[in-house]
């Protein structure tokens, strides 16, 4: 699941980019923090594909510098300046070049080791479709590696949006498909210590 954080000190400048990233599909997920602490904390949390800043201070890029932990780094601004790293744009850009960079940027990312997380005691790679840890190693198929990623940053989450997301089906498809890769899931991750709980509205979340 390909998930950018986008952050601008003005709203409307990020509210449009980021409606043109959505219009476009360039990621299925699109975090727009509020201020610049707040990215950095949304930063710690998350495992994003691809980092925008917009018109980044100094004293900011050389935060970013040092946090961005081999995510993607892009910079938006009106003057130039020497980033090493970053990808820096300069105003005005044209967005169909800077969207191609970040879609790229993010696709070799998302095929790195980097992209990796550490769940319980495992390592997880959606790239690889793998889950280690020490000697053992677990493989996955590419949906099961898609839905446990998805939960992994979005649980809980309901039938319906699972099914859309990750399958492409609209509302109102009766079929078993989730139930039966969520009992397949089960089954490989029986020794990890993770599960899938349901309960009512709440929907499907992973347990670790």
């Known amino acids: 699941m390909r998930h950018i954080l986008l952050y601008s000190p003005t709203v409307l400048p990020r509210q449009v980019l980021a409606g043109e990233m959505r219009a476009l599909g360039v990621a299925d997920e699109i975090c727009e923090p509020d201020g610049f602490d707040a990215a950095l904390d949304e930063m710690k949390r998350e495992k994003f594909s691809a980092l925008i800043f917009d018109e980044p201070t100094a004293d900011q890029r050389a935060v970013l510098a040092q946090n961005k932990g081999g995510i993607p780094l892009f910079y938006l601004l009106s003057s130039p300046v020497e980033a090493p790293e970053a990808l820096v744009y300069q105003k005005p850009f044209r967005l169909p070049v800077l969207l191609t960079a970040v879609i790229a940027a993010a696709a070799r990312?998302?095929?790195?080791?980097?992209?990796?997380?550490?769940?319980?005691?495992?390592?997880?790679?959606?790239?690889?479709?793998?889950?280690?840890?020490?000697?053992?190693?677990?493989?996955?198929?590419?949906?099961?590696?898609?839905?446990?990623?998805?939960?992994?940053?979005?649980?809980?989450?309901?039938?319906?949006?699972?099914?859309?997301?990750?399958?492409?089906?609209?509302?109102g498809i009766s079929t078993h498909t989730l139930e039966t890769h969520i009992y397949r899931l089960r089954q490989k991750l029986e020794n990890t210590g993770w599960t899938f709980t349901v309960g009512g509205n709440d929907g499907y979340k992973l347990v670790y």
């Not at 099961?144 to 699972?162: G, I, M, N, Q």
Request: charged share 30%; hydrophobic share 40%.
């Open 109 to 171: 990312f998302e095929q790195s080791d980097d992209s990796a997380v550490t769940i319980g005691l495992w390592k997880f790679s959606p790239a690889a479709k793998t889950l280690t840890f020490e000697a053992q190693e677990i493989r996955l198929t590419e949906k099961e590696s898609a839905l446990l990623d998805y939960l992994f940053h979005k649980s809980p989450v309901d039938r319906e949006t699972l099914l859309r997301d990750i399958w492409g089906y609209g509302e």
